[in-house]
T-cell receptor
Framework: EAGVTQSPTHLIKTRGQQATLRCSPI?????VYWYQQALGLGLQFLLW???????NRGNFPPRFSGRQFPNYSSELNVNALELEDSALYLC????????????FGEGSWLTVV | AQKITQTQPGMFVQEKEAVTLDCTYD???????LFWYKQPSSGEMIFLIY??????QNATEGRYSLNFQKARKSANLVISASQLGDSAMYFC????????????????FGQGTRLTINP
């Protein structure tokens, strides 16, 4: 069974550009979560989608947005990139809101120059 | 607010020894879940083990076990017979109820412990 897959693995953008990161959850999982792991800041919760709806978002500006598609895959968009957006972006999935297992993908490394 | 504390920034252990990684948490919610993840240098977060607050027994998964002491609010990870491949960052996390939804899966992470296994 395929795990959580993320693309691209690495992405280099210049300040002010937009970045789009993609995530495919484990088959059967309806919830997708996005986390940012910036150097020295630990893992910070970004967004949670379930059944196509945004259920919760972390303390991030509106230029961080995303969506979940009918097949439960998700994309994270970061507009007007800033240098401090450079981080590892991790996607996770779980079988709905009550599962006790949350599996992460390998992450997407975003570098803003 | 819920909080996770990992007090060991780094640990060095000899191969084949057992190692305990500390994790304490703070919550007023009687229903919660605790997770441990391993993060190698590649970046992937690998799920290791889960403990529910109402679970009667300590969770075990192969060489991993969780020493759950509810009264002390601690959930230490024990790795038996450590291997060189165990060298990685280890994160403790707690499932936080969000938007009033029971069992909602927003995770709050500790700062992590970097474990190094020496040959």
């Amino acid at each position: 069974e395929a795990g959580v897959t993320q693309s691209p693995t690495h992405l280099i953008k210049t300040r002010g550009q937009q970045a789009t990161l993609r995530c495919s959850p484990i088959s059967g999982h309806t919830s997708v979560y996005w986390y940012q792991q910036a150097l020295g800041l630990g893992l910070q919760f970004l967004l949670w989608y379930d059944e196509g709806e945004e259920r919760n978002r972390g303390n991030f500006p509106p230029r961080f947005s995303g969506r979940q598609f009918p097949n439960y895959s998700s994309e994270l968009n970061v507009n007007a990139l800033e240098l401090e957006d450079s981080a590892l972006y991790l996607c996770a999935s779980s079988p709905g809101v009550t599962g006790n297992t949350i599996y992460f993908g390998e992450g997407s490394w975003l570098t803003v120059v | 607010a819920q909080k996770i504390t990992q007090t060991q920034p780094g640990m060095f252990v000899q191969e084949k020894e057992a190692v305990t990684l500390d994790c304490t948490y703070d919550t007023s919610d009687p229903s919660y879940g605790l997770f441990w993840y391993k993060q190698p240098s590649s970046g992937e977060m690998i799920f290791l083990i889960y403990q529910g607050s109402y679970d009667q027994q300590n969770a075990t998964e192969g060489r991993y076990s969780l020493n759950f002491q509810k009264a002390r609010k601690s959930a230490n990870l024990v790795i038996s017979a450590s291997q060189l491949g165990d060298s990685a960052m280890y994160f403790c996390a707690m499932r936080e109820k969000t938007n009033g939804v029971q069992g909602a899966q927003k995770l709050v992470f500790g700062q992590g412990t970097r474990l190094t296994i020496n040959p």
